[in-house]
C-alpha cells in the first residue's frame, strides 16, 4: 500500500544498510501482531488446560528456540527508547540512545519468523470455560504474504536496502541497472568460470559482509581463471582475450590493459585474494560494492564476447 508522499514524490530510494530503532520497533510491531493471531503457535503451542488441544503462542518456547539458533538475539523481544529521559526538577533532559540494534541479528529474526508462520484455523465450539477457541493449522501461504508484505513495506517506506522474498530469505536490494547486469547465465564454455561468476554474482545481494566478502574473493578468482581462458600460459591467453575485446581498438586496448592491472594489484594489497597480515582487510560495504562492480565491469566484457 503507498501513501500520498509516495504518490507526489515518488517512493524512497532503498539504500540504507542499518536498521535504526524506530524500524525496529516497527519490526516488534510486527512480530507482536503474528504472535496474537496464532500465526506461530502451530511450531509454538499453548496447550488448553483441559488438554483438548492448541490455543494459542507459548512465547516462552518461541523465545527458546529463537535464542538457541540466534544467540545475539536479545530475549524478550520488546521496542525499544530512543531517547532517555530524564526529570530535574522542573527540567526535562533528553538524551538519544545509542543505536544498538544488531542489523543481522534483526534480519536472522525476521527469516526464523517467517518459517514459523501458519494460517490458523478455529474448530469446534467456543470454548466459553477458558474464552478460547481450539485451533488447526494450514499452510496455504496466506500468513507467510502477509507477513511478507508487512516487513517489505516498513523496509521500502524507510529506505531500508533489504526485502524478504517468497521463499523466506533476506535479500539486498541494489540499484536495478546493477541487477539487470549481473542477474543472468553465464555461457562461456569453462564450467568452472561460469560457476564462479554465479556464485559471486549471488553472493553480493546477502546482507551480510561475509557473504560480501565472499562474493568478491569469487570474482577475482574468476578473473585469475579467465586469464588462462585461451592457454594456460596467463600471458599469451591474456594478450589474446584483450586483443579479442579492444577490435582494434589501440586506445581501448591500452586502458583495458591498465584496468585489469590496477584490478590484479587491488587483489594482491587487499584481503581478496590473500590473507597475510601485511593485506588490508576491507570493513565497508560501500567499498565491497565499488570493488566488485568495478571488476565485474571488466570481466562482464570479456565473457560477453567469450559467449559469442
Known amino acids: 500500500m503507498d501513501y500520498f508522499t509516495d504518490r507526489e514524490k515518488g517512493k524512497k530510494e532503498q539504500t540504507v544498510n542499518e536498521i535504526d530503532i524506530p524500524v525496529w520497533n ?5 512480530f507482536e501482531s503474528f504472535i496474537a493471531d496464532n500465526s ?4 509454538f503451542p499453548e496447550k488448553c488446560p483441559d488438554g483438548q488441544g492448541i490455543c494459542g503462542c507459548n512465547t516462552t518456547l518461541l523465545y527458546d528456540k529463537l535464542k538457541s539458533l540466534i544467540p545475539k538475539a536479545e530475549i524478550p523481544i520488546t521496542r525499544k527508547e530512543k531517547y532517555i529521559t530524564n526529570y530535574n526538577d522542573w527540567e526535562i533532559d533528553r538524551k538519544d540512545v545509542e543505536n544498538k540494534i544488531d542489523t543481522f541479528t534483526t534480519l536472522d529474526i525476521i527469516e526464523f519468523c517467517y518459517r514459523h508462520l501458519y494460517d490458523p484455523i478455529p474448530i469446534g465450539n ?5 474464552n478460547h477457541y481450539h485451533l488447526t493449522f494450514i499452510d496455504t501461504g496466506n500468513s507467510k504474504q502477509k507477513y511478507r508484505e508487512e516487513i517489505n513495506s516498513l523496509f521500502e517506506r524507510n529506505g531500508i536496502a533489504y526485502q524478504l522474498s517468497v521463499e523466506g530469505k533476506i535479500i539486498r536490494l541494489i540499484q536495478e541497472v546493477l541487477v539487470q547486469m549481473i542477474n543472468r547465465k553465464f555461457q562461456t564454455k569453462d564450467a568452472t568460470l561460469n560457476q564462479l561468476l554465479t556464485e559471486a554474482t549471488q553472493f553480493i545481494l546477502y546482507p551480510k559482509i561475509s557473504d560480501r566478502i565472499r562474493a568478491i574473493e569469487k570474482l577475482w578468482d574468476a578473473f585469475e581463471r579467465i586469464k588462462t581462458f585461451y592457454n594456460s600460459n596467463k ?3 591474456s594478450s589474446q582475450l584483450i586483443n579479442l575485446v579492444a577490435n582494434e581498438n589501440t586506445l581501448i586496448e591500452t586502458f583495458i590493459v591498465t584496468e585489469a592491472k590496477i584490478l590484479a594489484e587491488i587483489g594482491n594489497k587487499f584481503q581478496i585474494r590473500h590473507f597475510e597480515t601485511d593485506k588490508q582487510e576491507i570493513t565497508d560495504l560501500a567499498h565491497i560494492d565499488y570493488l566488485f562492480f568495478r571488476m565485474f565491469s571488466l570481466i562482464d566484457l570479456f565473457v560477453k564476447k567469450l559467449e559469442k
Open 126 to 130: 467456543f470454548h466459553e470455560y477458558f
Open 40 to 43: 506461530l503457535s502451530k511450531d
Open 26 to 30: 516497527g519490526i516488534v510491531s510486527i
Open 235 to 237: 600471458k599469451v591467453s
